[in-house]
């Protein structure tokens, strides 16, 4: 059982930047691969990154590429997702999401219970 917790969601202006952290209970964090994702209001569920379980490989969705950068400190048990530049479009609840997986999926096994993040001027 992982338990996750995100926090660092808030209200930016366009243009602006966040970063969201997400912190596991387990010891054994660096066997899970991680992954972000959102849901605007209305809409699916939706991948924005993944992180492999060593931080070696990235995965991005198209509407974040050059934007957003996910890193992980496996020492903290900690999974960040850096979002620059953001945009209105990127208003939505974040979710982390951790499995032993590859990639990390809406299928994830354990998710975080969320974080608003609001774009607007």
């Known amino acids: 059982q992982v338990q996750l917790e995100e926090s660092g969601g808030g209200l930016v202006q366009p243009g602006g930047s966040l970063r969201l952290s997400c912190a596991a209970s387990?010891?054994?964090?660096?066997?899970?691969?991680m992954g972000w994702f959102r849901q605007a209001p209305g809409k699916a569920r939706e991948f924005v990154g993944a992180?492999?379980?060593?931080?070696?490989?990235?995965l991005y969705a198209d509407s974040v590429k050059g934007r957003f950068t996910i890193s992980r400190d496996n020492d903290k048990n900690t999974v960040y997702l850096q979002m620059n530049r953001l945009k209105p479009e990127d208003t939505a609840v974040y979710f982390c999401?951790?499995?032993?997986?590859?990639?990390?999926?809406?299928?994830?096994?354990?998710w975080g219970q969320g974080t608003q993040v609001t774009v607007s001027s």
């Open positions: 999401a951790a499995d032993h997986r590859w990639p990390v999926t809406m299928t994830s096994d354990y």
């Open positions: 387990r010891r054994t964090f660096s066997n899970y691969h």
């Open positions: 992180i492999y379980r060593n931080g070696g490989v990235t």
